[in-house]
């Protein structure tokens, strides 16, 4: 997302069931998964979380499983935001 008044991406989480400690999301805004804004895990659904989009950052979100146990995953929105982190 870019332009005008947009400052960030919301992500918005609707449902969210992982294998806890071993099934993640990761959440960057700057492209570094070493250093993620959110590592999430578990089945407790996560507060929105905002990742701000300024300059050349990219909000990206990578998903890590060991394959061990199924469980339902996850479903997620987004939209634009001026609100800052």
Not at 57 to 71: C, E, T, V, W
């Amino acid at each position: 997302m870019s332009g005008g008044a947009v400052g960030g991406v919301q992500f918005t989480f609707h449902s969210f069931h992982l294998e806890d400690h071993h099934d993640y999301l990761l959440i960057t805004e700057n492209g570094s998964f070493a250093r993620p804004l959110a590592r999430l895990t578990g089945s407790e659904r996560p507060p929105p979380e905002n990742a701000g989009l300024y300059g050349n950052f990219k909000a990206q979100l990578r998903f890590i499983s060991d394959f061990s146990i199924s469980l339902q995953g996850f479903n997620i929105s987004f939209s634009g935001t001026t609100a800052c982190c």
